[in-house]
């Protein structure tokens, strides 16, 4: 056999070898689960967090013909608790986990419910679609703008249905708010209002659940800096800068999508935010803010406190020829101005007015449809990530003492 022969040989022989380890290796990194669904195939979904909210999906996802496969959370009252509701509501009998990676491994769940707190929010969603399945992951999309890039970034790069839990996109009441605006009928629109208010006065209703049992503190932090147990920092983490962004993040991943939607805006080109601690004396996070974005068309207040619930939650869209007022029990009304006779009462009176109804379980069902057709959910990552983009920055300007100035195209900041 000559030289030649060998080399050829050889090549062949390593060809083949090459060809088995790649095709091993696909399989490897095959997904645990991706099976497509039929019209009657029972979609089964994986709870990862079984807090309030994670309890609150659960139920949606069984009111909708959902089956849950499994619970997780490390406080094995919570994930106890929600195994007992699960079966109690005819949603199954879900095995409990500690760990969601042995969630993820199981190749019977479809999807994942995703309502940990804000600072597992990255790990958790890139694991669940890395692992096949598709997810609903709550609001606020991410901890941090450089976070939220990545999710979007490694989510494209699978073909998995994820459903952000910015719920408003999923009103049909906002949708014809949202035509209305577009048509001009409010004519140029040049200032934006919104706004949550409550009262939380008696006391913070986070620390109205009574602690018992037993909790993965360390698995809890994750990420987050190391520090001592603190049934405050666990029950109300969404007013501690380790794990959440506080109510700039929580509410304005609602009410600065209402703006930015209805607006047909990317983003703003600068923020400031101005507040403090003036009620809640163990929150990190401010209980009054007031953030000021300018989208250089228009300019947006977004305030929220939990001090005194006067207000509602609502908003106010000042056009040239008119007012959208938007109030918190989801009644929409139009309001045209008279220019012949402002000062008469009857040119005040709203010459147009729908009503809503809350949501979230609509855009629960949502998630749950497109899983069947694949088709993209009313809130996928980029609007989710885009919204939020603007409250980091408004708690950027908080904790910076100063303005911060943005491009939305290249998402670079200063």
Request: net charge negative; aromatic share 10%.
């Amino acid at each position: 056999m000559d030289r030649t022969e060998m080399n050829r040989r050889d090549f062949m022989n390593q060809t083949a070898k090459t060809a088995t380890v790649a095709a091993l290796a696909g399989m490897i990194a095959k997904p645990a689960s991706s099976r497509v669904l039929g019209a009657n195939d029972t979609i089964r979904i994986g709870i990862i967090g079984t807090g309030g909210r994670g309890q609150w999906g659960m139920r949606e996802c069984i009111a909708a013909g959902a089956q849950i496969a499994a619970v997780c959370d490390v406080w094995d009252v919570r994930r106890n608790a929600a195994k007992a509701k699960a079966k109690e509501l005819g949603g199954g009998d879900p095995d409990p986990y500690l760990d969601y990676q042995d969630l993820l491994a199981r190749e019977d769940i479809d999807g994942v419910y995703i309502a940990v707190p804000d600072h597992w929010h990255h790990d958790t969603l890139i694991d669940s679609v890395k692992a096949g399945k598709d997810a609903y992951c709550e609001k606020p999309f991410s901890k941090t703008i450089e976070e939220g890039k990545n999710m979007v970034k490694e989510v494209r790069k699978t073909d998995r249905i994820v459903q952000v839990g910015n719920h408003r996109r999923s009103g049909d009441h906002w949708l014809r708010a949202r035509d209305l605006i577009r048509s001009g009928k409010i004519g140029k629109v040049a200032w934006v209002r919104v706004f949550d208010t409550r009262d939380w006065s008696r006391g913070d209703p986070f620390l109205n659940e009574e602690f018992h049992g037993e909790v993965d503190w360390t698995r809890f932090c994750g990420k987050a800096p190391k520090q001592p147990f603190d049934v405050k920092r666990f029950l109300a983490w969404r007013w501690f800068w380790d794990f959440a962004g506080g109510l700039t993040t929580d509410i304005g991943a609602h009410m600065i999508d209402i703006v930015q939607w209805l607006m047909d805006a990317e983003g703003p080109k600068s923020a400031a935010s101005n507040g403090g601690n003036y009620y809640f004396d163990f929150w990190q996070t401010p209980d009054v803010v007031n953030n000021v974005l300018d989208y250089g068309t228009f300019l947006a207040n977004f305030d929220v406190q939990f001090v005194n619930g006067h207000d509602d939650v609502g908003g106010t869209f000042y056009g040239s020829e008119g007012v959208l007022v938007v109030n918190g029990h989801h009644r929409v009304y139009l309001r045209v101005d008279n220019k012949e006779t402002p000062d008469i009462d009857e040119s005040k009176q709203p010459v147009e007015e729908w009503q809503g109804q809350y949501e979230g379980p609509a855009h629960v069902r949502n998630w749950l449809d497109c899983m069947r057709t694949r088709k993209e959910p009313n809130s996928p990552v980029e609007v989710g990530h885009k919204v939020i983009c603007a409250a980091h920055l408004c708690n950027l300007s908080y904790r910076n003492g100063k303005t911060v100035f943005y491009n939305p195209e290249t998402q670079e900041y200063c």
